[in-house]
C-alpha cells in the first residue's frame, strides 16, 4: 500500500496515511478533527519542478567565460 501525505483544510494539520487505492483516497479523514476535507499532497511532483529551474539559472551565468 502506497503512504500519503495529507493536508486537512479544516484545521490545516498535516498527516500521512496508507491508502489502499486512488479510489480510497475520498474517505480518508483527518485524525484530528475527523473532517474529510483533506488534500493529497504532490511533495514529488513538486520537488522535481524546483530541480529542473534551478539548472536553468545557473545557464545564464556561462555567457561571462566566453
Ligand atoms: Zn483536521
Not at 32 to 39: A, E, I, L, R, S
Request: charged share 15%.
Amino acid at each position: 500500500m502506497p503512504l500519503y501525505e495529507f493536508d486537512c483544510l479544516s484545521c490545516g494539520q498535516s498527516f500521512e496515511k496508507l491508502v489502499r487505492s486512488v479510489g480510497a483516497i475520498k474517505d480518508v479523514v483527518c485524525p484530528v478533527c475527523g473532517q474529510t476535507h483533506v488534500q493529497k499532497k504532490l511533495s514529488t511532483f513538486a520537488a522535481n519542478i524546483k530541480g529542473g529551474s534551478s539548472s536553468s539559472a545557473s545557464a545564464a551565468c556561462a555567457p561571462g567565460g566566453a
